[in-house]
């Protein structure tokens, strides 16, 4: 069974416009699920409203949100984010600005263990030295005891996903965790989070625009166009074969690792018109 | 290291400060009208005496000697003698300053306390009416002036129900067994806590006069940036971790909301101290405000000059404090 299981999520601005229309997508444990779509589609909306981490411009309209069979959208708050801290964990987009500058790295890494889990310190600090060993952070004796600015962009990516993995969350949401990083460090992350991933077993939505990264990482992948799911598939059978207008010109829309310098065709007009009427047709079928 | 250098640069320039402030006011004191000696003189005396008298003190001479003589003076811990009480000044100021530095420091603690109240209340009412009533008091609270709170305090608390004294540091029928001016300090030192209450119940009414517009201030500047720290991304992902509300506002919030607010806690805080003159005035507390404003009417030089002295060196020492705390506070400072 899927451990995440979102149903006919539908999420709007207070008192505006929808954001997310209807959506439905799965994650099975230890799957990796691509979330892809031009910017402003939704993609992060999806996974706030996991983490429950919605802004409070927005409101959940319906649907459900099943993590491991709970409806979260059902639980009173305390629990829900109770629920979320334990079997679920973020990989932001920029490692920048999501550590806290005044905290020491290893507090950062252990206090969800110590205050959410309720592990003692010594067997949490043990826990994060070794993560950090395995995201392969050197000295990592020295690096607990850090504050963030000492360190660079991609280490402290490092220590993110470190963070995320530190509770053996059965599901990770990572945000377009490489764009805020140098060209370089990029693929030394990604690879990172896919072993991370491997090893642990973790299920993952792994936001992106890339549809590169989605073939190499991803085993399924969900195609958002304003706030709806347009298409879900199979990565081979994506690859192979897209079902949608949209997503097919999203594809060729992207550059071919095998051949980057070819030239690139642009959605076409008519496509974003048709999958617009779509989505005015599916706005008109009622829900919202 | 990043203290040290504050420290030291401070230090000079702190000097710097402290030259030019003599400098002014030796000079500033003596340009305006009214002379000491034939205030203190009784009527009748004659132009002789008041000629001898200016001699003794050594007003007779050009303004420059003067300084200087007052200058080598300071430079040797002797500011020189009150005319009017004819005592050392550097006595009087420094027995009165433990009563303005409790003063103010109290003022400071509850102008802290209700503000950072007000800001984590608002903080963490955001959005709801809660927030918009502590919006209003704070606008109310820095609309009007200390002195003007001393007078609502004193004709609320003294006069309509009178339940703080208004007037004096201690009850004077109190028998004082300090050995220090620190009576608020020392009290508790010495656990007498009749004496404790006695000297809190006089000083409320003052430090509140005093603290109402600071925490305002306070309460102000830290919501605003409590607020805009609340959406950074290291809060969202402490959410995620499974905290709440309370969690996030003052473990991941609070310290790096407080940074921008503290410094310009430091400059209104040396406007507090600079009010206290106002408010001991009002309140008849027994502070170097009330007796900076006597001896400005009695025009005694050289206790002017003094309290001067002693007030640069308070704000100075205020602006340090802040920057060092300011240096502890922030790694970033502290490592570089
Ligand atoms: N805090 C917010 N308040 C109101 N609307 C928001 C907020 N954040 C995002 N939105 C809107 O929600 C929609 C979806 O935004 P979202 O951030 O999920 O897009 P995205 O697919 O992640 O885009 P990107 O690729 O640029 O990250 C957009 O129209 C955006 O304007
Ligand atoms: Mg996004």
Known sequence: ?288 | MQLLRVFLLRLVTTAVTLVGVAVIVFFVIRVVPGNPIAMMLPPGATEADVAALTALYGLDKPLPAQFLIWAGGVLQGDFGTSITTRQPVLGLVLGRLPATLELSVMALVMAVVIGGVAALTGTRRRGTRVEGAIDIANGMALSVPDFLWGLVLILLFGVLVPVFHISGRVTPSLELPFTTNFYLFESLIRLRFDLWLDIVSHMLMPALALAVPLAAIIGQLLKQSLKETMHLDYVTLARTKGYGENHVILREALRNAVLPTLTLVGVQFTFLIGGTVIIERLFSYEGLGNMAIDAVINRDLPLIQGIVILFAVIFTGVNLIVDLLYAALNPRLRHA
């Open chain 1, 1 to 288: 069974m899927s451990f995440l299981s979102i149903r006919e999520l539908s999420v709007r601005l207070k008192g505006g416009p929808p954001l997310l229309r209807r959506v439905s997508l799965d994650v099975a444990a230890g799957e990796v699920r691509g979330l892809v779509g031009e910017s402003g589609a939704g993609k992060s909306m999806i996974g706030k409203a996991v983490l429950g981490i919605l802004p409070g411009s927005v409101e959940v309209t319906g649907g459900e949100i099943r993590l491991d069979g709970v409806d979260l959208l059902a639980l009173p708050p305390a629990e829900r984010r109770r629920r979320i801290g334990a079997t679920a964990a973020l990989i932001p987009q920029d490692p920048l600005t999501a550590l806290n500058p005044s905290r020491r790295i290893g507090g950062q890494i252990t206090d969800r263990l110590v205050d959410i889990l309720g592990w003692e310190r010594g067997r949490a600090e043990a826990r994060a030295r070794e993560l950090l060993a395995e995201v392969q952070i050197p000295e990592p004796e020295r690096v607990l005891r850090n504050y963030p600015h000492e360190l660079s962009g991609g280490m402290r990516q490092r220590i993110l996903i470190a963070s995320a993995f530190a509770a053996e969350p059965k599901l990770i949401v990572a945000d377009e965790p490489t764009t805020a990083l140098d060209v370089t460090v990029q693929k030394q992350i990604l690879k990172l989070i896919a072993g991370m991933q491997a090893r642990h077993g973790t299920a993952l939505l792994f936001v992106t625009h890339d549809l590169g990264v989605v073939s190499k990482v991803c085993q399924s992948l969900s195609v958002l166009y304003a706030g709806m799911v347009v298409e879900d598939a199979r990565v081979r059978d994506f690859f192979a074969a897209p079902k949608h207008a949209y997503s097919a010109a999203l594809l060729a829309a992207t550059p071919k690792y095998t051949d980057p310098m070819a030239s690139l065709t642009p959605v076409p007009d008519a496509v974003i018109e048709a999958v617009r009427a779509e989505v005015a047709a599916a706005d008109r079928g009622g829900h919202g």
